[in-house]
């Protein structure tokens, strides 16, 4: 199928099945009323999301969950297909019409939690559990410290739970996934469905909660030894995912923050962070902000799990000297990575030794000499190490690192230092403003190399903004004076004492309104509600301050009531649009391309401007977007940004889907030079036959004075460009011909069919 056809036209070959996943588009199901979308409507998106060019559709949970559950993650019964998305019979009809357009399924696995209903028997373990306690057949089901309830489960309201949750949310009960019988009971019914042939491949919701990530992938690969499995890992730094988990690779998080930090302006460091420590008093650094984040998680929201690790820790060491305490809070404080992966009875592997050493150096720096020894007995038992090992020590310190990192950074620091809030995303690194085109090449290099099919992403639905927000924000690297003249007239517009917000929230503010332009109060306050609280300095989900938020919302709606604030305000908007297009396009290209499988979030086929959840699971105009791509498929030339996007997604995709030996496994990642003053503001790669060809740092480039004098180094002679549809000849491209209708190109042999 050529990447011009449309939907209808769409007819799977025989070895459409086999070939590698090429693509994904992510729906969120929701059983509920309000704004239902569950089997049968996404059944009826296979004709377009066909003609998209996606080999998956990545779906949500799709088993039992709690009543009114938005999202699916609450599972009651593992053996049941969800009744309100439509029950197995629309599941069976959904992945037939499916894969009668040629389309698998990728669905979302939940191995780490159930849920604790209101109703205990729609949870029918854990009402086995709470009749009888441990003597119950499911006991060994959930991760419960019984000796801390006197022997039952201690439930939400009755203040602290026993039992391990999902991060700090009491009404997730942690399952026990290295029991065989938990595994092969809440894993049957989607085992089945992938012998079936109905289900292809399986995302993994949060492996690092597990006792035993790697032993549940490997029995997971035994069960399903042809599926592709995904997890939902987050990776810092320069950790890498551990080479012995057999699976595909990640969700994508990685990727997200590598290709979003091309478009930022290095030269804006300096300035955006100078105008934030002026503006908001908070600190030019994140070490100090990200560490206060993870201490207040350990005092508050997690101090259940910390207390239930004390509690091994003193019973291991034989010891309950005070520095105990401490030595273990600032080791877990001080963790670089969500997690170490070490195994009890095995030697520690040696990234986790790095790992957890470098957790050590930085402990030591906050804690006194005298309780430097308590340090080393904690790293120690942490480790494996030593006469004294402890298998539920090892595995607990593991299990409470990665939601105190979860919690304590991403849920908390930050939402308090928004120095440059396109760079606050799950998975990213607020301390690292840009990636230099070197850095990403490498990471794209190693992709092609080790993790062909893992998968990548630029928006998911735990995004903090969207990829086209946070495209939009990038700009003001390269204009941070204008900027910073814009926020300070804003900042002031009713005098300097008028705002009631903290001053980073009033920046945050700011940044989202141009972002994400144009906002209604709606979902500018539970913005905002969610930002206050999750920031916990003033408010917060526990403790909250009615007199705080109010005020903060009633500002909100007067910056929205002002017409003389909000026309200044679109002004400024409309300043940043046409390079906001660039880098929206440029980072969309960029992601579809490059080693991996690229998911794409629902509706971000077109602009995609919502908030963090629940903003961006609101329902998508799916025909508004199936009468756009028809037009393009057409013949009809692009009428704005949308269509460009829909565009550059659609070809990408169905190249991508028809050229698997370009950019399936086995593909390499080789960059491509560019040469002339305006170099730098090309980046450029080879996948097999194919060059993508994105423009970065648009202010810059136009600063410069365009193009003039600057090729593309593509190696050969005759190309077409899949997007525009334009005839080029090489070796050395002209980059003012090869950008003048798109500030992208898809370059393919001239030979190629069409």
């Known amino acids: 199928m050529s990447e011009e056809h449309t939907a209808e036209e769409a007819v799977p070959a025989e070895d459409d099945f086999a070939a590698p996943p090429s693509g994904t588009y992510r729906l969120?199901?929701?059983?509920?009323?309000?704004?239902?979308?569950?089997?049968?409507?996404?059944?009826?998106?296979?004709?377009?999301?066909?003609?998209?060019?996606?080999?998956?559709?990545?779906?949500?949970?799709?088993?039992?969950?709690?009543?009114?559950?938005?999202?699916?993650?609450?599972?009651?019964?593992?053996?049941?297909?969800?009744?309100?998305?439509?029950?197995?019979?629309?599941?069976?009809?959904?992945?037939?019409?499916?894969?009668?357009?040629?389309?698998?399924?990728?669905?979302?696995?939940?191995?780490?939690?159930?849920?604790?209903?209101?109703?205990?028997?729609?949870?029918?373990?854990?009402?086995?559990?709470?009749?009888?306690?441990?003597?119950?057949?499911?006991?060994?089901w959930f991760d419960v410290d019984w000796?801390?309830?006197?022997?039952?489960?201690?439930?939400?309201?009755?203040?602290e739970p026993n039992y391990r949750r999902f991060f700090d949310i009491s009404g997730l009960i942690g399952l026990r996934q290295e029991e065989p019988e938990v595994f092969d009971r809440t894993h049957a019914l989607l085992l089945r469905l992938v012998a079936d042939g109905q289900v292809d491949g399986l995302r993994i919701d949060h492996p690092d909660g597990l006792a035993d990530p790697r032993g549940y992938l490997r029995r997971l690969a035994e069960a399903a030894p042809d599926g592709w499995v995904l997890v939902e890992k987050i990776t810092e730094g320069e950790e890498r995912l551990p080479a012995d988990w057999p699976c595909a690779g990640t969700t994508g998080y990685d990727s997200l923050g590598m290709v979003g930090g091309l478009f930022v302006d290095p030269d804006g460091e300096k300035p955006l962070t100078d105008l934030y420590v002026s503006l908001t008093g908070g600190p030019d650094g994140f070490e100090e902000v990200e560490r206060a984040g993870r201490l207040h998680a350990a005092e508050h929201g997690l101090r259940p799990e910390i207390d239930r690790l004390l509690r091994v820790l003193r019973r291991v060491a034989g010891t309950d000297r005070p520095g105990l305490e401490r030595a273990l809070v600032e080791l877990l404080v001080a963790m670089p990575v969500y997690r170490a992966y070490v195994v009890p009875g095995e030697d520690a592997p040696p990234q986790a030794v790095q790992v957890l050493e470098e957790a050590a150096r930085r402990a030591r720096g906050h804690l006194p000499k005298e309780l430097h020894p308590d340090l080393e007995t904690v790293l120690s038992l942490a480790l494996g190490r030593g006469e004294t090992t402890d298998a539920e020590f090892i595995i607990r310190f593991q299990q409470t690192a990665a939601p105190l990192a979860a919690k304590g950074v991403e849920d908390t620091a930050f939402y308090r230092w928004n120095r440059m809030a396109a760079l606050n995303e799950v998975g990213g690194a607020p301390g690292r403003f840009s990636v230099h085109a070197a850095d990403f090449h490498a990471h794209c290099i190693r992709l092609a190399r080790d993790r062909p099919s893992t998968m990548t992403t630029l928006s998911t639905h735990d995004t903090k903004r969207e990829e086209d927000v946070r495209a939009w924000l990038a700009v003001l690297a390269e204009l941070p004076g204008e900027w910073a003249q814009a926020v300070v007239r804003w900042w002031n517009w009713w005098g300097p004492d008028a705002s009631p917000l903290e001053p980073d929230l009033e920046y945050l503010l700011w940044q989202t309104l141009v972002g994400a332009w144009p906002l209604t109060y709606d979902r500018l306050a539970e913005f905002l509600l969610k930002a206050m609280r999750e920031a916990k300095t003033r408010t917060s989900w526990v403790d909250g301050d009615a007199a705080y938020e109010e005020a903060v919302l009633a500002y909100a709606r007067r910056v929205l009531d002002d017409a003389d604030l909000v026309t200044d305000m679109t002004s400024f908007v409309r300043r940043l649009a046409p390079y906001a297009r660039v880098n929206a396009l440029g980072q969309k290209l960029v992601q579809l391309a490059m080693p991996g499988v690229p998911d794409v979030y629902q509706g971000c086929e077109l602009t995609g401007l919502s908030l963090v959840d629940p903003d961006n699971r609101r329902p998508v105009d799916y025909g508004r977007r199936r009468e756009r791509l028809f037009r393009l498929d057409t013949g009809r030339q692009p009428k704005d940004v949308d269509d460009e996007k829909?565009?550059?997604?659609?070809?990408?995709?169905?190249?991508?889907?028809?050229?698997?030996?370009?950019?399936?496994?086995?593909?390499?990642?080789?960059?491509?030079?560019?040469?002339?003053?305006?170099?730098?503001?090309?980046?450029?790669?080879?996948?097999?036959?194919?060059?993508?060809?994105?423009?970065?740092?648009?202010?810059?480039?136009?600063?410069?004075?365009?193009?003039?004098?600057?090729?593309?180094?593509?190696?050969?002679?005759?190309?077409?460009?899949v997007l525009t549809g334009a005839t080029l000849w090489g070796p050395g491209l002209d980059a003012a011909r090869l950008f003048a209708h798109l500030p992208v190109a898809l370059l393919v042999p001239r030979e190629i069919d069409r």
């Open 147 to 159: 000796d801390a309830g006197g022997g039952r489960i201690v439930l939400p309201g009755d203040g």
């Open 28 to 140: 969120q199901l929701r059983g509920t009323p309000d704004g239902h979308f569950g089997f049968a409507e996404a059944s009826a998106l296979a004709p377009y999301l066909a003609a998209l060019g996606v080999s998956h559709v990545y779906l949500s949970p799709i088993l039992q969950a709690a009543p009114g559950s938005t999202h699916g993650y609450d599972v009651v019964d593992h053996a049941r297909l969800s009744d309100e998305l439509g029950g197995p019979e629309a599941f069976g009809a959904m992945a037939a019409r499916f894969r009668a357009h040629g389309l698998r399924l990728l669905v979302d696995v939940v191995p780490n939690h159930m849920a604790v209903p209101e109703r205990r028997d729609l949870n029918a373990p854990l009402a086995a559990v709470l009749a009888e306690g441990p003597s119950s057949p499911y006991a060994r």
């Open 646 to 721: 829909l565009l550059v997604t659609s070809r990408t995709l169905r190249l991508r889907r028809s050229r698997p030996e370009w950019f399936g496994p086995g593909a390499r990642h080789e960059p491509v030079a560019a040469h002339g003053p305006a170099a730098e503001h090309v980046v450029a790669f080879a996948r097999g036959g194919a060059v993508a060809v994105a423009t970065r740092l648009p202010v810059g480039l136009e600063r410069r004075g365009g193009w003039a004098g600057t090729t593309v180094d593509v190696g050969r002679q005759g190309w077409r460009d």
